[in-house]
């Protein structure tokens, strides 16, 4: 149980033009989810927490209007980066916690992530 | 401010075993996670400790004392799979994950 998916594995756009990310839980309700960004041997940076049907929480630095998060639904959240720019390229991995999985409710399980390159 | 320490890369041999070690000073704890990444991949789920002392699952197992702030993840019988990230990663008092930089675990035949 807990899988999470992301959709797509691999964007490639020009800049300028905006992306759209999906994380979806599989087999769970993910009440939460987050987003991280992840540059080349650097670890996980937080980016936001999402809740189902409320604003999502955005992480110092972070600017909420360029990385849109919609958490529509208890299955899916979104994660769109508008007007791209090449320092935007990056992994963008999101995850989500799984109460009721049996492991301990602040666990959380992560999609595989979404490799962007903005040219 | 909160603080995740970990050594930045270990060397170990196939076969061997290797401990990676955590510390920490966080505004409050509420448990301590291991997760395993692979390079060009998402992170994987491998151990959860809030009460101190050793949790074992297979080949790995994990050690917390709260006392200490320090953890450790201890890999038996390396096999070449498990070269990757190890990241450590602390619940504080608000329920927030702190993460630590990762210790790149290279493996050897």
């Known amino acids: 149980g807990a899988v999470v998916s992301q959709h797509p594995s691999w964007v490639i756009c020009k800049s300028g033009t905006s992306v759209k990310i999906e994380c979806r839980s599989l087999?769970?309700?993910?009440?939460?989810m987050f987003w991280y960004r992840q540059f080349p041997k650097q670890s996980l940076m937080l980016m936001a927490t999402?809740?189902?049907?409320?604003?999502?929480?955005?992480e110092q630095g972070v600017e909420k209007d360029k990385f849109l998060i919609n958490h529509a639904s208890l299955t899916l959240s979104t994660l769109t980066v508008t007007s791209a720019h090449p320092e935007d390229s990056s992994f963008y991995i999101c995850?989500?916690?799984?109460?009721?999985?049996?492991?301990?409710?602040?666990?959380?399980?992560f999609g595989p992530g979404t490799r962007l390159l903005v040219l | 401010g909160q603080n995740i320490d970990q050594p930045t890369e270990m060397t170990a041999t196939e076969g061997a075993i290797v401990q990676i070690n955590c510390t920490y000073q966080?505004?409050?704890?509420?448990?301590l996670f291991w997760y395993q990444q692979h390079a060009g991949e998402a992170p994987t789920f491998l151990s959860y400790?809030?009460l101190d002392g050793l949790e074992e699952k297979g080949r790995f197992s994990s050690f917390l004392s709260r006392s200490k702030g320090y953890s450790y993840l201890l890999l038996k019988e390396l096999q070449m799979k498990d070269s990757a990230s190890y990241l450590c990663?602390?619940?504080?008092?608000?329920?927030?994950?702190?993460w630590g930089a990762g210790t790149k675990l290279i493996i050897k035949p």
């Open positions: 995850s989500a916690t799984c109460p009721g999985c049996g492991s301990q409710e602040e666990t959380q399980y």
């Open positions: 087999d769970f309700q993910a009440t939460t």
């Open positions: 999402s809740n189902e049907g409320s604003k999502a929480t955005y």
């Open positions: 966080t505004s409050g704890f509420n448990g």
């Open positions: 400790n809030v």
């Open positions: 990663a602390v619940l504080d008092s608000n329920y927030q994950l702190i």
